[in-house]
């Protein structure tokens, strides 16, 4: 197992940017002796030859997309190599182990898992048994805090090939990738990370994030992602790091993500941020009803979005929301609610036309599960989520056609405003009402953003 690429580490999808999925157990591995080799297929073509060589495959699955296209690697894995044994970690990894495990999986690992990824390693090296790797069904996370090293990025390919951040002017720039902490402290109902970490995070040490920094920007980065579920669920260690980043690199600049609440609540922070380099932040606002937002309890009203909204625009740092528009709970009213307010705030040039798509996605061990209140149906395990309809089935056709609308005008490179038109046009089709005026122009233009869309 010390053998050159004995180890294989394979990223399929992790938005865009340079795999963490990757870089960190890579460095865990790298410190205890190892030498892993990677792939990134979301990048590079699945090649046969560092297959074979592997005896063990870990692949990463750290979001939705990400687990099913790793089934679909690990099918292809094990038809090259029938003899490699397969692992999945990443936060989707514990929640859908029976499904993994049936598929060949000989470990499931979540949460801090990157120790247990290294003693999975030796446990194969020194031919032990591996039943401990899959106890209860693999569906327990590790959350033990871990002394965490630089991830190591040198096996992925070159950070220019990733997602660009692009400039309002058009320009673009190589952006990166850093986390300064992991899990979360708050427990949304719809999100999987509570269902893996439990409401509890944990800080990545400033040095370790700084260095990080440094080795991207000494390879041509001057944009950087902080990935962290909430950037502000610490914020007195956000802000250290913000500083010194600028410091260290004063033309670099960063975008970050945080929950509504955090923006509003740290409203004073957010001009040291744009001081330090934040050029926009992220935000889950996903929907404008009372009662959506209640059953995710997503710690924020309505009220609260047009707040961080304000607060984002007074400190010069644009807001990007992401949406979840189609819910059980959602009614059509509620989307064409959405879809004119966003139009009449200016809002509509920050959102990519796909959040207007996104329909509930909800795993195994969702905290949803349970809610008498939750029409769900039947686990699917294609779709790697439970189904559920909508009360108002007008919702779930809107839904389709809307996600088709959005696909077909993404592939051809439309104008968003085109796509949101024609969203619109939809919505007030489904509700029987006329489109007697025409939505109010915008433009993709006024805010930075990277160059490839957010799914999930």
Known sequence: MRGEGEVLLVSTYELGHSPQGIASPAAFLVRAGFRPAALDLSLEPLDPQRIRRARLVLLSVPMHTALRLGLDAAARIRSLHPGALLAFHGTYAPLHAPLLLEAGASAVLGGECEEEIVSLA???ERGEDLSRFT??????ASLTRLDLPV???????????????????????TAGYLEATRGCLHRCRHCPIPAVYGGRFFAVPADVVLADAAWQVSRGVSHFTFGDPDFLNGPGHATRIARELHRRFPSVTFDFTAKVEHLVRHAPLLPELAEHG?????????SLSERVLAKLEKGHTREDVFQAFDACDRAGLPLRP???PFTPWETLDGYLDLLSTFEERGWMGRLDPVQLSLRLLVPPGSLLLG????????LDPAALTWRWRNPDPRMDELQARVAARVE???????DPATTVADVKALALAAAGRAHVHVAR????????????????
């Open 122 to 124: 030796r446990a194969i």
């Open 135 to 140: 106890q209860h069904g693999g569906a327990e």
């Open 151 to 173: 991830p190591l990025r040198d096996l992925l390919p070159a950070p220019d090939r990733y997602a660009r951040l692009r400039e309002v002017d058009g320009t673009e720039r």
């Open 278 to 286: 934040a050029i926009f932040a992220v935000s889950a606002v996903e």
């Open 322 to 324: 992401t949406l979840v």
């Open 371 to 378: 809610d008498p209140d939750f029409p769900v149906e039947t």
């Open 408 to 414: 077909a005008g993404a592939s051809r490179g439309e």
């Open 441 to 456: 122009p915008f433009s993709t233009s006024g805010t930075p953003r990277l160059t490839e869309s957010w799914f999930c």
